[in-house]
């Protein structure tokens, strides 16, 4: 997959998908499906705005995007020159001269150009003029409601990450390089592995999850416990992370790349009176987290 971060590029004859795709979710990936199914070389145009932060972190949007078979992913700086843009102007500069659109997939609420005064609808007839085909999707529903990300964020701030997760299709994940801790946890014979989520990204409440673990190393996925937090038991002022124990791992993975798969939230990060005390509602946790990944 290619990654072009400004607008000095032209590419041949390509089927363009145009959003935020904050969190790629169900509903984004039925408009991405459409412009792979094209068989023309698929665009995801998406666009960077300062200080957002996403259900994803950036680097997170492009693993999955590569995932999903997308050939070249687009993300255009939200600067005050391009909001001037009017909507005649990005039809023009950036789909027909740049991306030589023959395809472009959005969905019915999509708007764009200045004061987002373009619509789907208007992209349609712009379309006419430059040669690309406009496919409007309407919205996706789930449980009778609309997938949105304003839908699933109020999900994921409440830890709600079984309904999350249907909504986003691939489980919420935490994407990050294995860095040293302070190892007390090989104290009590759970040695774990801590990753800092990225600081554009929404998190969950700080709190235990039951997790799957992918790593960089083969691929395998591992069941564990993660907690994510700023572990109040161990004195100091800790940075938010996550710590997580794979119960079936044996090796190194300290400079490992992990993406770690939250699937139940089962208690709140909470401070022990002690080491002892930590290491008892671990055993619990384990066997809680076990218990929930056997029936997802």
Same mark, same amino acid.
Request: hydrophobic letters at 35%; a negative charge; one cysteine or more.
């Given at each position: 997959?290619?990654? =072009?971060?400004?607008?000095?590029?032209?590419?041949?004859?390509?089927?363009?998908?145009?959003?935020?795709?904050?969190?790629?979710?169900?509903?984004?990936?039925?408009? #991405?499906?459409? *412009?792979?199914?094209?068989? =023309?070389?698929?665009?995801?145009?998406?666009?960077? @705005?300062?200080?957002?932060?996403?259900?994803?972190?950036?680097? %997170?949007? =492009?693993?999955?995007?590569?995932?999903? !078979?997308?050939?070249?992913?687009?993300?255009?700086?939200?600067?005050?020159? @391009?909001?001037?843009?009017?909507?005649?102007?990005?039809?023009?500069?950036? #789909?027909?001269?740049?991306?030589?659109?023959?395809?472009?997939?959005?969905?019915?609420? @999509?708007?764009?150009?200045?004061?987002?005064?373009?619509?789907? =609808?208007? +992209?349609?007839?712009?379309?006419?003029?430059?040669?690309?085909?406009?496919?409007?999707?309407?919205? #996706?529903?789930?449980?009778?409601?609309?997938?949105?990300?304003?839908?699933?964020?109020? +999900?994921?701030?409440?830890?709600?990450?079984?309904?999350?997760? *249907? +909504?986003?299709?691939?489980?919420?994940?935490?994407?990050?390089?294995?860095?040293?801790?302070?190892?007390?946890?090989?104290?009590?014979?759970?040695?774990?592995?801590?990753?800092?989520?990225?600081?554009?990204?929404?998190?969950?409440?700080?709190?235990?999850?039951?997790?799957?673990?992918?790593?960089?190393?083969?691929?395998?996925?591992?069941?564990?416990?993660?907690?994510?937090?700023?572990?109040?038991?161990?004195? !100091?002022?800790?940075?938010?992370? *996550? %710590?997580?124990? +794979? @119960?079936?791992?044996?090796?190194?993975?300290?400079?490992?790349? #992990?993406?770690?798969?939250?699937?139940?939230?089962?208690?709140?990060?909470?401070?022990?009176?002690?080491?002892?005390?930590?290491?008892?509602?671990?055993?619990?946790?384990?066997?809680? *987290?076990?218990?929930?990944?056997?029936?997802?």
């Amino acid at each position: 997959m290619r990654i =072009l971060t400004d607008l000095d590029f032209k590419l041949e004859d390509t089927a363009v998908c145009i959003g935020k795709f904050d969190g790629i979710h169900r509903g984004h990936r039925m408009l #991405l499906r459409e *412009a792979v199914e094209s068989g =023309l070389p698929t665009v995801m145009l998406t666009f960077l @705005f300062p200080d957002y932060k996403g259900i994803y972190s950036y680097g %997170e949007k =492009l693993c999955l995007a590569e995932k999903l !078979g997308i050939d070249f992913f687009i993300s255009i700086p939200v600067t005050k020159e @391009f909001m001037q843009m009017s909507p005649e102007q990005f039809a023009a500069e950036i #789909l027909s001269e740049r991306c030589h659109a023959k395809k472009v997939i959005v969905g019915a609420d @999509f708007r764009y150009g200045y004061m987002r005064c373009g619509t789907a =609808l208007t +992209l349609q007839e712009s379309g006419r003029e430059y040669g690309f085909e406009v496919s409007i999707m309407e919205k #996706l529903k789930w449980d009778g409601e609309v997938v949105s990300s304003t839908r699933i964020r109020g +999900l994921l701030s409440d830890g709600k990450m079984e309904q999350v997760n *249907a +909504l986003l299709e691939t489980p919420y994940f935490i994407k990050g390089k294995v860095e040293e801790g302070n190892k007390i946890g090989r104290t009590m014979s759970v040695p774990t592995a801590n990753i800092r989520p990225s600081d554009e990204k929404c998190l969950p409440p700080f709190g235990v999850y039951s997790v799957r673990v992918q790593t960089d190393t083969d691929g395998s996925i591992y069941n564990g416990v993660c907690n994510l937090g700023v572990k109040p038991t161990i004195p !100091g002022e800790n940075p938010v992370g *996550a %710590e997580v124990w +794979l @119960f079936d791992y044996d090796g190194n993975l300290y400079g490992k790349e #992990l993406m770690i798969f939250l699937y139940a939230f089962q208690r709140p990060e909470r401070a022990f009176d002690s080491i002892g005390e930590l290491k008892k509602q671990i055993v619990t946790d384990t066997e809680k *987290a076990k218990r929930n990944l056997a029936r997802s």
